[in-house]
């Protein structure tokens, strides 16, 4: 295997979680500054993800058509002009349309980068290939909330997007440079039925729930939007059931490993998506923290997550996917419970440790259900499971940014008050049983699922 595929590709993963976890630092004070709530801003958040599961589930077609390599460095470029956009906005409409933009590019970055490693990697080497690919990628979450913070706090929210620039012009060079010939698989032709409906789907779901309970809008609104989404759904499945090539192959899901790996990472992704969403504003509205202070507290996480990078194969090996995997969502499911217990006067150490412990439980799980999805599907399957799987990914994590705001919203008119720490704390004990759902699919799963990628072996009775 070569390393410097894996590191290549974690460019655009760096970006993608550099940016996510800045503006999650930065959520109060450019909701201050756009003169608008800050719950308001779960828009800004929910759109970029959005624009991923529009345009994901095209990417796996994009690249077959016009070459993987081709269309990641693309990607880099599209997502560059979005930062740039979101540095300039001046209103909500501006800021919610650049993220659109950076979510395009996004779209194609992530999923094309997995589907080259998939393509330029042995299945024997997947968990070390992707162990490699995010460790780059959790320094964004480890420098994001500091660094994000800082500039914030210091100079304007406006800088913080342009980090992105010179981060994607060194991935666009080194891509040119050291990526290898990729043999692309000859492309089907595009679903654009399926293609329309998955787009009104994951848009009308996401943004229905997200809007439903906006003062600027109707109820109605939302309500309608998300009937839409969930008609949408419906119809195609239907839909793929008469079409030869789907655009989500939902034959995937008949491969035992793919199917829990997805349902159980849709669980917990509801979860992840809403705790950066939960964290900073607990901290800046609940504590009286600033946006450097927040971030110096909240970039913990990402340690923990990258300590466990080194170990990940190992403890794979040892324990298999379906051990380790159950008792990373457990333990996740724990510490989140823990934070129903913070107040602006517990230590400082306390609340690290435990979102230091938190950080490396989700990596496990990312790690161990990332490669175990991939361990059974077919070479010529690659690009279809890497766009469906990111797509799922993304949609969760909008759907996890809405249902945090929504325990936010409903707690706050139940308890006619301004948001208090209170409200926090009943938004995360919700947010760790959603977490704790995702076991439920890997219970099914045996001992020794996806054995060819981890190297766990049973022992001999």
Known sequence: MNPVVPLIMAVALFMENMDSTVISTALPAIAKDLDVGPITLKLALTTYMVALAIFIPVSGWMADRFGAARVFR????????????????????????????????????????????????????????????????????????????????????????????????????????????????????????????????????????????????????????????????????????????????????????????????????????????LMPLMLQLGFGLNPFQSGMITFVGAAGALMMKFIAPRVFAAYGFRNVLITAAIGTSVLTVSFAFFEATTPRVIILLILFGTGLCRSFFFTGVNALGYADIEPAQASQATASTSMYQQVSLALGVAFAATILEVTGWISGEQLTVQHFHIAFVVVSFVSLAAVLPLLRLSADSGAAVSGHKQPAE
């Not at 997995?114 to 959790?138: G, K």
């Open 74 to 277: 693309s990607a880099i470029v599209v997502f560059l002009a979005g930062s740039i956009c979101c540095a300039i906005s001046g209103n909500l409409l501006e800021f919610v349309g650049a993220r659109f933009l950076q979510g395009m590019g996004g779209a194609m970055m992530t999923p094309v980068g997995r589907l080259v490693i998939l393509r330029t990697t042995d299945r024997s080497q997947l968990v070390r290939a992707m162990a490699l690919l995010t460790i780059p990628a959790l320094v964004g979450p480890m420098a994001g909330p500091p660094v994000g913070g800082f500039i914030t706090t210091y100079f304007s929210w406006h800088w913080i997007f342009l980090i992105n620039v010179p981060i994607g012009i060194l991935g666009l060079i080194m891509s040119a440079i050291f990526l290898p010939v990729i043999k692309d698989e000859p492309p089907s032709n595009l679903d654009w039925m399926g293609f329309f409906l998955v787009a009104t789907a994951a848009a009308g779901l996401v943004f229905g729930l997200s809007v439903i309970s906006l003062p600027a809008l109707p109820p109605a609104t939302g309500l309608i939007t998300t009937l839409i989404g969930v008609a949408a759904a419906i119809t195609y499945l239907f839909h793929a059931r008469r079409k030869q090539n789907p655009l989500l192959n939902l034959n995937l899901f008949r491969t035992a490993s793919y199917r829990a790996g997805v349902s159980a990472s849709a669980f917990f992704r509801m979860a992840t998506g809403a705790f950066p969403f």
